[in-house]
Structures are given as structure tokens and as C-alpha cells.
């Protein structure tokens, strides 16, 4: 904008032969903000943001004290987790020339929902879209084209159990939001490697249509996890818990907005966190799930970590939210560490926020991620390298096999050699290479070729522990 007030200035100037700027022209342009903070402080839209002190330590979380500027927060952490005693963590930290007036340690930045909202009926046209999504279905066209058209988002129900989700009374708007967690490294990977992350939680309204859902200017950035370290497991719950005991209000009570716009009394928002979206570390440590190494690998079935080459799926027992919940909450009362290790080893299950919204179910709810899971190609690895249903990634322009030189056959088969000494490097090995080691070592039987990387590679183990010990 500066650069298009100074041409019009020096073009208007140089027609009438004045000098190229004047100085209220000059005064004009200095007023002008340089930086977009400026600009959002001067118009009032900067967010509302909660500055909570979070503990180093147990990463608890302490709202400020609004009656007590210079000091808003407690001096000590005060949490208790089973029968450890209280952290006593140091929070605060005397500001310096402050005159007494003292600042958290780590803070946790908090933009509330209720504020976005606010913001959000500000622009009452994507109110309005939001509102009559429930009304698009693609259904008639014979195909799911979007996450909305899921029957699981039609079939929501209510707070009372009965009514849908989609049936909205007059002036009512019911949204449905998607969560997203993960970290990344603030300073760039090359800059600090891996040494420093920090987090972000993000909700996305699903009522918009998908050209507009995922820009930035519609997606709620809820808080900012300080670093430098992700928290431990079940301590992502202290971050959670602002903006689940938001979401419990927007629920069971809702939240009047007055209308902005002359045509509309006012908007009574209800609104739900229905999917996450996480990669499978974040979405384990969120939903409060084993992770995808443990012995219960899985957040959809019961499946243990031995019989992860069963692909019988009518053979996998079911996860249930009621059995999932109880599990969940034992764990959260455990009275020791002990006792927590004690069931998460049987169980597989670890308590979470989300678990306090009535309607969530986290064996429903937990979606693989589209990103990691197709654009960065995790499907076609777990294909192609770990379950060796493609072993010719190799191919040539014309669509042939490029077959290995001798040379690079005695490379892998040396791979072979290793990773059935340590007993693991499988994943980068061909399957052909597998299969024929297998084969002609009479590990498998013959005419067997066609099995799976996976039982190729058991049949081998089990080949070189009967041969050689």
C-alpha cells in the first residue's frame, strides 16, 4: 500500500509540476504501518490470548489472576500426580527493574473458542454457509466426495441422545470442528536439527466448504505447546484442558452471539470436536493410546504386537469406547506410578481430555492422517517395502523391470546376510531377495513364493534359529 500511495503521489505531482512528494504526502505515508502487528493493534482485530504459566517440570497449567497484575501466578507448582507429591516446581521469575512485578517462566499461550467465535459472526456469510452445509449431501450422486458427507457426521446426535446433530431451531448454528496436534522446529531443521520443538493445536470447521476450511483465516489455532521438548505423554492433557472445558459449554449450554447484521437477531452456537487429525505419535499421545510399537499397536482393534501379520479382519477383536473409558479412568485414579504401569501394560490405554466430552469416541474419531499416510508416501511403503506386494519399483521408461547387476545382487543378498544376523534392517530389502533366500534355504515350502514380505521373513528367523542354535 505504501508503494502505491507513493506512485500516485509522484505520478499527480509531476503532472501539475509540483516536487515529488509534499509534506502532508510525506506525513500520510509515515502514518502508513509497516508491519501487519501494527495494523491489527490499530484496528482492534488482534486475539484475545490467555497467557497461562506452565509449569517446566509437570507442564501443569495456571490461568492468570486478573485482580493482581503484578502478580498473576502462584510462586510454586501445586500439582499432584498419584502419590508423588506436589511438584513444587519454581513457575515465576521477578521481571527485572519491575518493581516487584513478576512474569511465568514458560507461558502457554490460549486463544479462546468462545473469542474465535465472536470474531467468526463478525463475517455472518460464513455463518450462514456453515448453517445450510447441513443441507448439502452428495449422496445423490452416489459417492462421498468429502469428509462431510460421512455418515458418521450425519448420524451425530445431540446432546439429549436423540435429535441429530444437523437439526438446527431457528437462529441456531452447530458446527463441527476437526482437532489437529503436532510440532514442529521453530528455528528450521537445518538450523537446530531436532534439539528444539514446539507445538501447535489447531481446529478446523468441517461446515465450511473445503475451498475455504483450510485458510489460515478460518482455522482456529487454539494454543502454541512451548518447548523445547514435547510433553511426556498424558502431560499434552494439561494443554488440552482449556479448550475442552470450552467445548463441554458449547455442548450441553451453547453460546449466544448478538448479530452484527441488521437482518439477524443473533446466532446460538453449539459445537463439537467430532475427527482427529494426527500422525500416529501425536494421535496415540492425544487420544491416550499405546504407541504404534507397544504390544497393542492399535487404536481401532485388540490386536497384538505377534499377530501383526494377521489379515483376517473379521478376526480382530473390537475396541470398545465403554471398555476404552473404563480402562481410561482406572489408570487416571491409579494411587501410584506402579499401579499406572500395572494396567497400561495390560490395557494399552492411558487417560485423556477428549475422554471428558460425552459424545467423543476415540476408536471412531482417530483418522489417519491424508498428508503423511498419501502425500508423503507412508501407504505406498507399507506396500511396497514392508508387506512386498510390489518388489519391481524398479522400472524403465518403457514399463520393463531394470534388473540389478551382479554386483548389486551381492550387495543385497549381503543385506540379507546381516539383517538375519541382527534381526531387523527388513524394510529397504526387496521382497524377491527375501523370497528367494527363503526358498531356496527350504524356509518356506516349496511353490511358496507368492507369500507376503512378512511371513517370508518370519519363516526365515525361524529357519536360522532351528539351523544354528
Known sequence: MQAVVYGLFVY?????????????QSELLAAIPSDIRTVLTRLGLDPEIIRYASCPKCRCTYPPDEKN??????????????????????????????????????????????????????????LKLARNAWDSTSSSTGGWHDIWDAPILRDFLGPDKRTPFSSQPDGSVHLVFSLFIDWFNPFGNKKAGKSHSIGGIYLVCL???????????????????????????????????????????LWHRGLYLRGMAHDQAGWLIRAAVVPLVCDLPALRKTAGFASHSANQFCSFCLLRKE?????????WPRRSREDHYRYARRWRDAGTDAERARLFKKYG????????????????????????????????????????INDKENRSQTGGITPHTPEEQQEWLNCVAAALKKGAGWSRIRRGYVAATAEHNKAVPPG???????????????WVRCSFI
Open 12 to 24: 499527480c505531482n509531476r503532472l501539475i509540476g509540483a516536487p515529488s512528494l509534499t509534506p502532508p
Open 207 to 249: 461446515n465450511l466448504p473445503p475451498h475455504l476450511r483450510y485458510r489460515p483465516e478460518n482455522i482456529y489455532l487454539a494454543g502454541i505447546i512451548p518447548g523445547p521438548q514435547e510433553p511426556e505423554l498424558h502431560e499434552l492433557n494439561h494443554y488440552l484442558r482449556p479448550l475442552v472445558e470450552e467445548l463441554l459449554v
Open 69 to 126: 497484575a503484578a502478580k498473576p501466578y502462584p510462586s510454586r507448582c501445586t500439582y499432584q500426580e498419584t502419590d508423588k507429591g506436589k511438584c513444587g516446581e519454581r513457575l515465576v521469575q521477578e521481571v527485572p527493574g519491575g518493581l516487584g512485578r513478576e512474569e511465568a517462566l514458560k507461558y502457554y499461550p490460549y486463544h479462546s473458542l468462545k473469542k474465535w467465535l465472536a470474531a467468526l459472526s463478525l463475517r455472518p456469510e460464513l
Open 307 to 315: 499377530d501383526i501379520t494377521n489379515l483376517d479382519r473379521s478376526s
Open 349 to 388: 490405554v492411558r487417560w485423556s481430555e477428549l475422554l471428558r466430552l460425552p459424545y467423543w469416541d476415540p476408536m471412531r474419531f482417530s483418522l489417519v492422517d491424508a498428508m503423511h499416510n498419501l502425500f508423503l508416501g507412508e501407504l505406498r511403503h507399507h506396500c511396497r517395502h514392508v508387506w512386498g
Open 448 to 462: 511358496s513364493s507368492n507369500l507376503a514380505k512378512a511371513k517370508c521373513i518370519a519363516a526365515l528367523m525361524k
